[in-house]
């Protein structure tokens, strides 16, 4: 976590300095594509790898799936909400609002087809690679070398532009970011609870991992409850995964919503999608969040198994 953090420092550093370099400001944003689309790629390469996992049973599979799309809906629900009885009136003498153009439309289909394309040939390449080759390739290794280098290239952006940006738009608020977040997830796992056979404390575990898969699998497993730990691990994964796909849709209800939705990966992830959608100056705001979430897993985990 801290190694990411001095990275992300490093590239706005980098990027204050070579503000005025246009060649190189050019040269960031083409990498930056580029090292998104790799990520994504290799997102698609761990489905693969870990599909004896999800296959073991379908109904465990598609049960974890409801978990992270029932989240999706409540979270944009919540947010929809919120934004149509914050808004505030027009004035008469206003000018009327202009049509949504159709083409900016067609570019978020474009962009969520794109996303799901990189994580699809990821996974279909990885299908059909023999075992032997699969096993030589250091999947995870590369993953956290492409996602130290994109949040370097995001702090390079940042750094060009953290001049023209203006903070102040931020609420202070925005502090609360996390904890509301955490509260909101577990919220969604009473809700799970109530359609579902699992208990309330074992729909708690389910969301308290907040995106960090890895982590809070390990944990329930720990514990003798293998079940909900592989429950655990697809829900997180594809908690990750709708966030990538829907970003650029429910960025448009609000610039904290893909915060939300993300979780943990806010640090990491899925912070590249949160800052091309929705702005500079969300970056911070973040990976502030990811950092809080991530931290609270392990407490919040232990805290839910020992209650």
Request: with cysteine; glycine share 8%.
């Amino acid at each position: 976590m801290l190694l990411l953090l001095l990275v992300l420092v490093l590239g706005i550093v980098a990027g204050w300095f070579a503000r005025r370099q246009d060649r190189l400001i050019q040269l960031n944003r083409h990498l930056t594509r580029y090292a998104l689309w790799a990520l994504l790629f290799f997102m698609g390469t761990k489905l693969a790898i870990n599909r004896g996992l999800f296959a073991k049973d379908l109904g465990v599979f598609f049960l974890a799936i409801a978990s992270s799309v029932l989240m999706l809906v409540l979270y944009t629900a919540g947010f929809a909400l919120w934004a149509w009885l914050t808004r505030k009136p027009l004035p008469e003498s206003a000018p009327a609002i202009a049509v949504e153009n159709p083409e900016s439309r067609g570019q978020e289909m474009l962009a969520v087809g794109l996303n799901s394309g990189w994580i699809l040939a990821g996974f279909l390449v990885f299908l059909w690679l023999p075992s032997p080759m699969i096993a030589s390739i250091p999947v995870d290794a590369v993953g956290d070398w492409l996602l130290r280098l994109l949040l370097l290239s995001i702090g390079f952006d940042l750094g060009v532009e953290l001049h023209k940006l203006d903070l102040r738009k931020l609420a202070l608020p925005m502090l609360l970011v996390p904890f509301f977040n955490i509260l909101f997830s577990l919220g969604c796992g009473l809700v799970f609870s109530l359609f579902t056979r699992l208990s309330v404390r074992e729909s708690l575990l389910l969301y308290s991992g907040l995106g960090w898969y890895s982590l809070s699998s390990v944990l329930i497993a720990g514990r003798g409850m293998a079940l909900l730990a592989i429950l655990a691990f697809i829900h997180n994964v594809f908690r990750e995964l709708l966030t990538i796909i829907t970003v650029p849709f429910v960025a448009r209800i609000s610039p904290y919503l893909p915060i939300y939705l993300g979780g943990a990966t806010a640090m990491d992830v899925t912070l590249p999608f949160i800052q091309k959608y929705c702005g500079r100056e969300y970056t911070l705001v973040a990976f502030y969040s990811g950092v809080i979430c991530s931290l609270a897993v392990i407490p919040l985990v232990r805290l839910i198994l020992w209650g």
